[in-house]
């Protein structure tokens, strides 16, 4: 069982910015395709963003492009969430989870090359974002 740990969540204002962390397996961490993913108290869980295995492509939910950023680093075993100009709206339980469910030589461009949220197999415990007005 691949353990993923979350951490950094905490309260903000909004406007203000928050990194989260994620770290996981050391010796196969880099073979992950690594999604955030948020949720709140009966709504289904929301596609935040994802990285690839290499860290040269990502993808965005519309409703982050251009306030959150996803990285990785593979040495450390760990993916980030920077999250800026936060709003109320992003409070949330934000979790990640590992996929390794992508095919080598994807064209990370295409909608199609990234796994859908069931394509994960395994899921962080996930830390509370607070987004105060």
């Known amino acids: 069982q691949v353990q993923l740990v979350e951490s950094g969540g905490g309260s903000v204002q909004a406007g203000g910015s928050l990194r989260l962390s994620c770290t996981g397996p050391g010796r196969t961490f880099r073979s992950y395709v690594m999604g955030w993913f948020r949720q709140t108290p009966g709504k289904a869980r929301e596609f935040v963003g994802a990285i690839n295995w290499s860290g040269d492509s990502a993808r965005y939910a519309d409703s982050v492009d251009g306030r959150f950023t996803i990285s990785r680093d593979n040495a450390k075993s760990t993916v980030y969430l920077q999250m800026n100009s936060l709003k109320p709206e992003d409070t949330a339980v934000y979790s990640c989870?590992?996929?390794?469910?992508?095919?080598?030589?994807?064209?990370?461009?295409?909608?199609?090359?990234?796994?859908?949220?069931?394509?994960?197999?395994?899921w962080g415990r996930g830390t509370q974002v607070t987004v105060s007005s």
């Open positions: 989870a590992a996929s390794t469910r992508w095919t080598i030589g994807s064209n990370w461009r295409l909608l199609s090359s990234w796994p859908g949220i069931d394509k994960y197999n395994f």
